[in-house]
């Protein structure tokens, strides 16, 4: 008997190849059960196309069991799509049917939920592509989304049904199944009330689901471009609010992609890259935080995998509000994804046989409390030096000191008490020289940095008191219409009225300047500071360009940034 979930594929013949995928074939689609992820079952499916391509498993098209009214034929099968698992694989599709370098296609989502169809007021699934499931019953839970609008579904449209990722959220965690218990994801909560003969009590608890158009999000793209824009369309897609296992690419000339025909299993003229070619399965052996000037960074440790030619040892998983929601726990088995060139990160979760709570409530520094701000687990200690460390860095980089470096001011909070910026504008260069690995030519280029980093714009300075969301460029805005002194006697209210601040912005500003005003002002007295308000109304100077034409001189005025020719007499 074959290990049904810890299995090595390498050992497998195909005889137990058949045997696991048919035992996930029954739990997944017939007991609304997952015991290994999308990306071990495919596996599974490749393994088994590799050693006999015929099989019957590997052209099957499978759907969920419904309580149905009946048999529905569709007028146009609905028939399943062959795979890519790298971009590789689509460009090789991609060439063998292009008619030209500019042939357009359209990259959509791959939606993870049930494919229904929409025709003469009855709904059905997909079935086996020709023949599918009367699920007409359903009609009163579902909400049509197709282009441009928003309802019931009250008109002919071929696409998927499934919870959007905020209705699950919202809504879904107050729903209960029969026994009491609640949906532990959105596709088992799909598969569930597909399967319900009545839908009275999910009607009494709002349950809501969605039939999304296939067609509503279309990205088109033209063969030349498909390469160099593709991390961009699979960033777009996975940011949308459904649940997906991929992504669609098509011809969009339908006419030239029916001329290609069909084969058994699917059409010639389309192909779904499965997000297996940049996901994999490990496990979560542990939770690190890391400091941000304003917040605690989670790190996912993990059992090294492979993704597209790169081992993967640590992974994002963004914030302790994103473990919240995932359910992520230490000991689970875990999906990692690294889209294009981007740092991996934690997509969802299967319950390990072992689980223990991968957040943490004491700041890992000083031992302090720590607090939620928004979806953000933060020290809120002043004097935490772990966070004192990154507001500084950062500070810093704002003023354009870079070179500054957090190691060369990690020691210099260690060795000389530096504490602000303020603290290192006053080190002197003996002070310089007691730090570990400087020498005197080194301890001197670090000196002059520092004083030249003296002098600075207001606006860098602004940036450098790290309030949340305003960065050098909306701080550059910000001093183009104010000073720093007008700034700091505006109310929150007033602040609210500067182009690109608004509600949430002005009152952290509002609370950093206030909080901050004995800082600021030991900065200023210790800074050359340029003022920016004013200096774009500057006028520049007149330049005339003269010498022999043969019929005339040209004249150039320049002034803000309008430039103004005039054909001066022969």
């Known amino acids: 008997m074959p290990d049904w979930i810890n299995f090595d594929i390498s050992k497998l013949d195909e005889q137990n190849i058949v045997k696991l995928i048919m035992h996930h074939n029954k739990c997944y689609w017939e007991m609304g059960m997952l015991e290994i992820s999308d990306e071990r079952y495919d596996e599974l499916i490749r393994a088994l196309e590799k050693i006999n391509p015929d099989h019957s498993l590997v052209i099957a098209i499978n759907a969920p069991k419904v309580a149905s009214e009946g048999k529905v034929t569709h007028a146009k099968a609905m028939l399943s799509l062959d795979k890519a698992y790298s971009f590789e694989d689509i460009d090789s599709w991609a060439k063998k049917n292009k008619r030209s370098e500019n042939e357009l296609y359209l990259v959509e989502p791959k939606y993870d939920g049930i494919s229904a169809n929409y025709a003469d007021n009855v709904l059905a699934t997909r079935g086996n592509g020709e023949v599918g499931e009367n699920i007409s019953a359903k009609l009163p839970l579902i909400e049509l989304e197709t282009t441009g609008y928003t309802g019931p579904v009250d008109r002919p449209v071929r696409g998927e049904i499934l919870i959007r990722n905020d209705d699950f959220k919202n809504i879904y965690s107050n729903i209960t199944k029969k026994n009491g218990g609640t949906y532990k994801n959105s596709r088992n909560a799909v598969g569930g009330i597909m399967g ?8 009494r608890q709002h349950a809501k689901l969605t039939l999304v158009d296939y067609e509503m999000i279309s990205h088109p793209v033209k063969y030349f471009e498909l390469e160099k824009r593709w991390p961009e369309l699979v960033e777009k897609i996975e940011n949308l609010p459904y649940p997906m296992d991929g992504i669609v690419i ?6 030239y992609s029916e001329a290609l025909g069909n084969t058994a299993h699917h059409p010639r003229g389309q192909i779904a890259f499965k997000f297996s070619g940049i996901r994999k399965e490990s496990l ?4 690190q935080w890391s400091f941000g000037k304003n917040c605690l960074t989670p790190v996912a440790e993990i059992e090294p995998v492979e993704i597209g030619g790169v081992t993967i040892r640590h992974a994002s998983l963004h914030n302790a509000q994103n473990i919240i929601d995932k359910d992520i726990q230490i000991g689970d088995r875990v999906i990692i994804e690294r889209a ?9 979760a299967l319950p390990g046989e ?17 607090v939620r701000k928004g979806p953000e687990l933060c020290c809120p200690n002043p004097d935490c030096s772990a966070t004192r460390l990154k507001l500084l860095t950062a500070a810093v980089k704002n003023i354009g000191r870079d070179r500054l470096g ?4 990690q020691k210099m909070m260690t060795h000389l008490g530096v504490m602000t910026l303020k603290d290192i504008f006053d080190l002197k260069l003996s002070d310089i020289l007691q730090l570990e690995g400087f020498k005197a030519k080194s301890a001197t280029n670090l000196f002059k940095e520092i004083a030249n980093a003296r002098n600075v714009a207001d606006y860098q300075v602004l940036a450098a008191l790290n309030v949340p969301n305003v960065g050098a460029n909306i701080a550059k805005k910000i001093m183009n219409e104010y000073t720093l002194d007008e700034l700091r006697q505006m109310t929150d209210e007033e602040m609210e009225n500067i182009n690109t601040i608004g509600p949430e912005r002005s009152r952290a500003l509002h609370d950093q300047l206030a909080e901050q005003s004995g800082f600021i002002n030991e900065l200023t007295s210790a800074l050359l500071i340029k003022q920016s308000k004013g200096q774009g109304n500057e006028t520049l100077p007149t330049i005339c360009f003269t010498g022999k ?6 004249f150039m005025k320049l002034w803000r940034n309008k430039t103004v020719t005039k054909r001066l007499p022969q």
Do not use: F
């Not at 979560?284 to 939770?287: A, G, P, Q, S």
């Not at 294009?340 to 969802?348: A, F």
């Not at 034409?549 to 040209?554: A, D, E, G, I």
């Open 354 to 370: 072992s689980r223990k709570n991968a957040l943490i409530d004491t700041c890992p520094n000083c031992g302090k409390s720590l």
């Open 250 to 255: 098509k011809l969009a000339d339908e006419a």
């Open 549 to 554: 034409c043969r019929k005339n001189v040209l």
């Open 340 to 348: 294009g060139d981007v740092i991996p990160y934690i997509i969802s």
């Open 406 to 409: 957090e190691p060369n001011i």
């Open 284 to 287: 979560l052996k542990e939770v």
């Open 196 to 203: 319900l003969l009545d839908i009275s009590d999910m009607q």
